[in-house]
């Protein structure tokens, strides 16, 4: 079983935010991402940001807590705009901060934090959960990347899933896929491209898109990594 695949077999098991919490912390650290924070972000008020996700043990998370720092963080803001997974030196540099938002990654840099990962992701509610991964020395092999990118969608699923336990919202059905929408989330999860897909399939590259944009229609979803995991915490495909 893969990382992913035996972090997600946990992640089902845990029945607390708390132990949700330290076993993501866990799966992080082993990529060298010692910290992470983040927050739901009700749109279209951007700056009402709700935090619910922090490492409990890192000082940094306390300090930027306390400091409300999340109102004039320059990455929450480029997150915004974006909506899509990217490296903090991807979009920082050649990028002239000023006052508090030069402040904030100055401190982090204090605190060693000095490379992240921002992975935004769509919600039911409407808005939007964007977590943070830091650390002093991180790995920068995409596969691990792509691996944190995967995880963080099925932990930012159970802690939801755990909150609506919590204040008693009933559970949706799952969505009803077709059989071609399945099996191209079945291979996606693999790894596999649309073009690998359409040759495993005996089906045209455009036709492949077509079933996993229908999918993540169906799912309620925006991207396909986020297609990939609510499929697999829906037992609709499973993780190999």
Not at 67 to 94: C, M, S, T
Not at 125 to 149: F, N, P, W, Y
Not at 211 to 240: F, M, N, S
């Amino acid at each position: 079983m893969t990382e992913v695949g035996s972090f997600v077999e946990k992640l089902a098991k845990v029945e607390s935010a708390d132990e949700a919490l330290s076993l993501f912390q866990d799966f992080t650290l082993k990529y060298g991402y010692d910290c992470f924070l983040g927050g739901e972000v009700i749109l279209p008020r951007h700056r009402q940001q709700r935090l619910v996700l922090a490492s409990g043990g890192h000082d940094w998370c306390r300090h930027y807590v306390e400091n409300n720092y999340y109102r004039f963080d320059p990455i929450v803001r480029i997150g915004l705009r974006r909506q899509k997974p990217f490296r903090w030196i991807d979009v920082l540099n050649g990028r002239k901060l000023m006052g508090t938002a030069r402040r904030i990654l100055d401190e982090a840099s204090e605190f060693k934090l000095n490379e992240g990962l921002v992975i935004p992701m769509d919600v039911p509610s409407g808005g939007l959960v964007m977590l943070t991964l830091a650390g002093e020395k991180v790995s920068e092999d995409e596969d691990h990347i792509g691996a944190l990118r995967l995880a963080t969608n099925f932990f930012v699923m159970r802690m939801l899933e755990l909150h609506e336990q919590a204040v008693q919202i009933p559970k949706e059905d799952p969505a009803e896929l077709s059989d071609r929408q399945l099996e191209c989330l079945q291979w996606a999860a693999e790894g596999k491209s649309n073009w690998a897909i359409g040759e495993i399939m005996g089906l045209a590259e455009g036709t492949v898109h077509k079933h996993i944009e229908a999918a993540k229609t169906r799912l309620g979803v925006q991207t396909r990594q986020q297609a990939v995991a609510k499929a697999v915490w829906d037992r609709l495909i499973i993780l190999q």
